[in-house]
């Protein structure tokens, strides 16, 4: 899966899980989804990193219809790592929804004992 989604948000610690999914692996491509707190303060490893920066004000609705545009033809892998270790719930399922309305199919990723890990294959 060369491209990874991460949501990239609110939550104690969890810009350190999602800069070491970054770094797990060879990612063609990765999208941060992010607030304007992120955008100004997270340090992109790499330039493969973009970030989708989004207003987690706004209603759902509105999210994924942002979050869509962030991503649309950006990308044309049928399957993606998504990393849902930060954020808010209401950001998660609007992500959830926009991949969904992108015809993507994906793949929980997270890290095992500090290496990349996809939920659900034991390993």
Same mark, same amino acid.
């Not at 340090?43 to 706004?58: G, T």
């Not at 990308?75 to 926009?98: P, Q, R, T, W, Y």
């Given at each position: 899966?060369?491209?990874?989604?991460? /949501?990239?948000?609110?939550?104690?610690?969890?810009?350190?899980?999602?800069?070491?999914?970054?770094?797990? +692996? =060879?990612?063609?491509?990765?999208?941060?989804?992010?607030? +304007?707190?992120?955008?100004?303060?997270?340090? &992109?490893?790499?330039?493969?990193? =973009?970030?989708?920066?989004?207003?987690?004000?706004?209603?759902?609705?509105?999210?994924? =219809?942002?979050? &869509?545009?962030?991503?649309?033809?950006?990308?044309?892998?049928?399957?993606?790592?998504?990393?849902?270790?930060?954020?808010?719930?209401?950001?998660?399922?609007?992500?959830?929804?926009?991949?969904? =309305?992108?015809? /993507?199919?994906?793949?929980?990723?997270?890290?095992?004992?500090? +290496?990349?890990?996809?939920?659900?294959? &034991?390993?």
């Amino acid at each position: 899966m060369p491209t990874l989604i991460a /949501c990239l948000s609110t939550g104690k610690g969890t810009w350190l899980e999602v800069s070491k999914v970054l770094k797990s +692996q =060879e990612w063609t491509k990765v999208f941060l989804i992010t607030n +304007q707190f992120g955008k100004e303060n997270f340090v &992109k490893p790499s330039d493969n990193v =973009e970030l989708v920066v989004i207003d987690p004000f706004k209603e759902t609705d509105d999210l994924v =219809e942002d979050i &869509k545009k962030g991503l649309k033809d950006k990308f044309n892998d049928f399957e993606i790592a998504l990393n849902l270790v930060s954020g808010s719930g209401k950001e998660h399922m609007a992500l959830l929804e926009a991949i969904l =309305e992108l015809g /993507c199919n994906f793949r929980l990723v997270t890290l095992k004992k500090e +290496q990349y890990h996809i939920l659900g294959l &034991k390993a």
